[in-house]
């Protein structure tokens, strides 16, 4: 079992990966597949989860002087460049991994 962990070390830039307890790296596709197969997390922990790793994005950035994360216990909002509002909710669909932003599903890349 491993930990659901944002990993920047250059091997996979920027992506979130399943960092297991021998150092091997799977790719989000892969834990998203683990738990909806299982049922092993609920919605709740997985949004909850979702929320704690895109505060760490927003800190590892370059540009997180720019991007900052909206305080809110239910949802993730981000306010760019304190002009913008963005609320990012995660979806899973067929081994597709989705952002909805402003109501509009917005498909991200798969990851590895």
């Known amino acids: 079992m491993g930990v659901f962990n944002f990993v920047d070390d250059g091997t996979l830039p920027g992506c979130a990966v399943l ?6 790296k799977r790719s989000m ?3 998203v597949e683990f738990i909806t197969a299982s049922g092993y997390l609920s919605a709740r ?8 790793l895109v505060a760490q ?5 370059p ?3 720019m991007v900052k994360m909206i305080p809110d216990t239910s949802e993730v909002k ?8 963005v609320q ?3 979806g ?3 081994d597709q991994t989705h952002i909805f932003c402003n109501k509009k599903q917005i498909r991200l890349i798969n990851f590895i």
């Open 19 to 24: 960092k297991l307890s021998d150092g091997r």
């Open 29 to 31: 596709s892969l834990w």
């Open 88 to 90: 990012i909710t995660p």
């Open 78 to 85: 981000l306010r760019i460049r304190e002009r913008y509002i």
């Open 45 to 52: 922990k997985i949004r909850s989860r979702f929320q704690t």
């Open 63 to 65: 540009y997180r002087d």
């Open 57 to 61: 994005a927003c800190d590892k950035i």
């Open 92 to 94: 899973i669909s067929n």
